[in-house]
């Protein structure tokens, strides 16, 4: 059972444009979502983070926002730079009163490619 | 500052065979989680450390996993008469206060594992 999903397992955006990644939880007992990036035989790399209580989280170039109620959250990058090429990775984890304040549950990945 | 480092970087086995994998978290981390990715797959919490507590095994696949922590540093993976779908990149995590939400998890480089 897939409780963090990112249905698109790539993505493609020009230099300069948005990329916008998705990703969908089942869980509502999910209080706090996190995004990681990957390079090719490198371990993830955190990038930004959202509490459940908030619904917008901005760090630079990078926004994750969180909608609730339809359990989906999404990061955007602006401008996409060819650095930003790499596997994004959404995560998210529970209270501790809930199994699930130990561990972060990822979905599959979303392979940005940022062309020039 | 040096960041989690795991070895070795690639194991190739026999199937049938033990294997031992070492990760050293980040100086100071009290919190230690091992994932693994198979192909194609999202990371898979297997096991969690925190301190001197009880670790959190909810996600070991079989009891041919363990793994233990010494001294509340290092930790190694031990995966008992692999089989071949125990191949994926293993991944040690530190961080520095055990499922603080508003810490992240710092990765390893990971270290894939080939069971022929």
């Known amino acids: 059972d897939q409780q963090v999903k990112q249905n698109s397992p790539s993505l493609s955006v020009q230099e300069g444009r948005i990329s916008i990644l998705n990703c969908d939880y089942t869980?509502?007992?999910?209080?706090?979502f996190l995004w990681y990036k990957k390079y090719p035989a490198e371990g993830p790399t955190f990038l930004i983070s959202?509490?459940?209580?908030?619904d917008k989280n901005e760090d630079g170039r990078f926004t994750v926002f969180l909608n609730k109620s339809a359990k989906h959250l999404s990061l955007h990058i602006v401008p996409s730079q060819p650095g930003d090429s790499a596997v994004y990775f959404c995560a998210a984890k529970g209270g501790w009163n809930t199994g699930t304040a130990s561990k972060l549950t990822f979905g599959t990945g979303t392979r940005l490619q940022v062309t020039l | 500052g040096a960041g989690v480092s795991q070895s070795p970087s690639n194991k190739v086995t026999e199937k049938g065979k033990d294997v031992e994998l070492r990760c050293d978290p980040i100086?100071?981390?009290?919190?230690l989680y091992w994932y693994r990715q198979s192909l194609g797959q999202g990371l898979e919490f297997l096991i969690y450390f925190q301190g001197n507590s009880a670790p959190d095994k909810s996600g070991l696949p079989s009891d041919r996993f363990s793994a233990e922590r010494t001294g509340g540093s290092v930790s190694t993976l031990t995966i008992q008469r692999t089989q071949q779908e125990d191949s994926a990149v293993y991944l040690c995590?530190?961080?520095?206060?055990?499922?603080?939400?508003?810490?992240?998890?710092?990765f390893g480089p990971g270290t894939r594992l080939t069971v022929l």
């Open positions: 995590a530190s961080g520095s206060s055990g499922g603080a939400a508003h810490l992240p998890q710092y």
């Open positions: 100086s100071g981390h009290t919190a």
């Open positions: 959202i509490s459940s209580i908030k």
């Open positions: 869980n509502s007992m999910f209080d706090y």
